[in-house]
T-cell receptor, first 116, second 112 residues
Framework: SAVISQKPSRDICQRGTSLTIQCQVDSQVTMMFWYRQQPGQSLTLIATANQGSEATYESGFVIDKFPISRPNLTFSTLTVSNMSPEDSSIYLC?????????????FGSGTRLTVV | AQSVTQLGSHVSVSEGALVLLRCNYSSSVPPYLFWYVQYPNQGLQLLLKYTTGATLVKGINGFEAEFKKSETSFHLTKPSAHMSDAAEYFCAVMDSSYKLIFGSGTRLLVRP
């Protein structure tokens, strides 16, 4: 299965600033996903990032707040902009292991963000 | 639209006892179903998945799950709990856009 390197693993940021999270995959993948996991909660999909096109955002998430880049088939970034304490969460990237469903989805280890 | 319901936000078992974590799904199409485990301060790890074929699916660490279409269920079981099984468990269903829809999660506590 794919191996994902997600950076940073954790950060403490001041409100009003922005943080960019990187997701590097060791193989080419078509679809990459960004999730948010608020404290004590389940995972909520922020957006789907496909190479060569703009990310598709889920209801409640907007590009101005969570801009995403997908410059190639192995890399993506998620930026959390103009942060507030409510943005304190774990952010995870995920990829499908193959076109189709034979292996499922792999997740990065997550970025634990605390906004103060 | 697809959805997942996990009954019980917390489940506590004794070491060596049966583990049963419940998951019911709603799907308008044949579902693809997943169980993930999240250990403290870590990302998600795939335990097992059901796509097609055999309805009893075996995963890692001795876990298995059975897809029951008539009951719209995909419960996770393990015959004998180990202390290392203490974690958060998430059931998920894939929607028609290949996105995962997660349940609210169940925290498994294992008593010595």
């Amino acid at each position: 299965s794919a191996v994902i390197s997600q950076k940073p693993s954790r950060d403490i940021c001041q409100r009003g600033t922005s943080l960019t999270i990187q997701c590097q995959v060791d193989s080419q993948v078509t679809m990459m996903f960004w999730y948010r996991q608020q404290p004590g909660q389940s995972l909520t999909l922020i957006a789907t990032a496909n190479q060569g096109s703009e990310a598709t955002y889920e209801s409640g998430f907007v590009i101005d707040k969570f801009p995403i880049s997908r410059p190639n088939l192995t890399f993506s970034t998620l930026t959390v902009s103009n942060m507030s304490p409510e943005d304190s969460s774990i952010y995870l990237c995920s990829v499908e292991d193959q076109a189709g469903l034979s292996l499922g989805y792999t997740f990065g280890s997550g970025t634990r963000l605390t906004v103060v | 639209a697809q959805s997942v319901t996990q009954l019980g936000s917390h489940v506590s078992v004794s070491e060596g006892a049966l583990v049963l974590l419940r998951c019911n799904y709603s799907s308008s199409v044949p579902p693809y179903l997943f169980w993930y485990v999240q250990y403290p301060n870590q990302g998600l790890q795939l335990l097992l998945k059901y796509t097609t074929g055999a309805t009893l699916v075996k995963g890692i660490n001795g876990f298995e799950a059975e897809f029951k279409k008539s009951e719209t269920s995909f419960h996770l079981t393990k015959p004998s709990a180990h202390m290392s099984d203490a974690a958060e468990y998430f059931c998920a269903v894939m929607d028609s856009s290949y996105k995962l829809i997660f349940g609210s999660g169940t925290r498994l506590l294992v008593r010595p």
